[in-house]
């Protein structure tokens, strides 16, 4: 029987297929790619700074309109369900982004926190709010996401991290306790979860 109590997934490239494609947003507003988003829009001139949420917003939108789910994803979903595993979306995106997958494919999370939060991920607040709201320890809670920012969070929260690899996409899995390369590995991740 698994330990595990909570799982909060980034949305963008880890429930869904990657659609968005950050390095071509970074190129389109003309900024460094190594850094930070957010934080380089936010040293922008106020006008840079519209315009280049503008690129975002449509990016969005595009993936927004394409948005599919990884393979085996509701197996895992039902899987948790049937664990008694509370299970909550983490991402960077807009609520109404969120709302659309919901919708879309007809599930319901225990708990989404999006960018309407006052603090982003790689922060660890957003997380450690959701775990606050279920009364879960983060020893008990597993964070996965495709980027470097989900699994800073997770270990800044205290969380054990999963770094889900999109076929392709750039690796940070050691950076990570735990990596899958389908939601059929995590499932098993999430089977075999045991606190530290
Ligand atoms: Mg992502």
Known sequence: MTKLKALILDMDGTITVPVINFRKIKDEIGVDCDRDLVDTIAELSPERQEQAWEVIHRYEAIAESQQKLQPGFEELFDYCRQADIKVG?????????????????DITFDLTVTREFEKMKPHP???????????????????VGDYIHDITCGKDAGTQTCFFQNPGYEDYSEAADHTATTMHELKEIVKNFKSK
């Open 89 to 105: 979306i983490l991402t960077r995106n807009v609520q109404k982004s969120v709302n659309a997958l919901c919708e879309r494919f």
């Open 125 to 143: 607040a957003p997380l450690i709010h959701m775990l606050e709201t279920w009364q879960v320890n983060p020893a008990d809670a597993l964070m």
